[in-house]
């Protein structure tokens, strides 16, 4: 217990273990709606493209938050615009978008004085985040949960059977516009914690994990949100007492969760064979 219970002496880490539960949470339910509708690579770009907003709020001494939520919401809202174009797919709308986004965001990045200052945005820097991070994490992860909540049937179905859901009268771009956005405020918390380069992994991991386990999506949700949670408390602790990178030892620990999900799912499918 002792073991357990000394990391929460410091407030930087109670500060951590906070940001990373609500983060893991909000990254873990949007995930599932990610791995279910094949959107892995979307998370991976908004991530990348929050760099130029970081970049200029740095530079220009204003809320790096507000800044990397505003080119996130601009790349999500743009991939939902031309994905809708005729003749434009989605996958060609973030490709477009991912490049030029974070190759403007390294543009602006060599304008100032060293690489080395935006390290912590890029890798993150949980045991940094302050009261106010804190406050606007909890903000946006309550705005994420009550809009799932509320629409919670209409993107299952838009996501599950897109076709039916066009016939009942639901409009599947306007649901996928909504988890855009979900999706960059998720991501804009996320980079908070693992950093611009290792937030897709935190989103997408732990539902992928999940999915292995069950086709369930509200359990889906809740093994998600165990693995992304579990995974943010041991790479706090490990980071602790080995020194070591907290979100890369957060990812890698989803990472190995995954490892088990995927072993656990290969022997629960040589069983069922070897008894029929």
């Known amino acids: 217990m002792i073991w357990l219970m000394e990391p929460f002496h410091y407030a930087f880490m109670r500060s951590g273990f906070l ?19 094949r959107m892995a690579f979307i998370g991976d770009a908004i991530a990348h493209t929050a760099l130029p907003g970081i970049v200029i709020a740095y530079l220009e001494h204003f809320s790096l938050f507000f800044g990397a939520l505003c080119a996130g919401l601009l790349t999500a809202l743009g991939i939902g615009w031309l ?6 797919r989605e996958d060609t709308a973030i490709g477009v978008l991912f490049t030029g986004m974070f190759a403007l965001g390294i543009l602006i990045i060599s304008t100032a004085r060293s690489f080395r200052d935006f390290s912590g945005m890029l890798f993150g820097d ?8 804190l406050l606007l994490i909890a903000i946006i992860t309550a705005i994420v949960l009550i809009v799932l909540a509320l629409l919670y049937k209409e993107l ?21 516009n909504v988890l855009l956005v979900l999706l960059a405020l998720a991501v804009v918390t996320g980079i908070q914690a693992v950093g611009v380069i290792l937030t897709s992994a935190l989103l997408v991991t732990p539902a992928a ?9 509200f359990r889906m949700m809740v093994l998600s949100a165990v ?4 995974s943010g408390f041991i790479g706090l602790y490990a980071s602790f007492y080995a020194n070591l990178n907290s979100g890369a030892a957060i990812v890698l620990t989803g990472t190995g969760w995954f490892a088990l999900a995927f072993a656990g799912s290969r022997l629960l499918r040589l069983k069922r064979h070897k008894s029929t």
């Open 19 to 37: 940001a990373v539960f609500m983060v893991g949470v909000t990254c873990a339910v949007l995930g599932s709606y990610v791995v279910l509708r």
């Open 83 to 88: 994905s809708g174009r005729e003749g434009l």
């Open 126 to 133: 949980i045991l940094g985040v302050t009261f106010s991070d």
């Open 156 to 176: 299952e179905l838009t996501s599950v059977d897109p076709s039916y859901s066009a016939v009942v009268g639901l409009r599947a771009d306007w649901m996928r």
């Open 209 to 217: 994990a999940a999915s292995l386990l069950t086709r369930d999506l």
């Open 227 to 230: 693995f992304a949670v579990s």
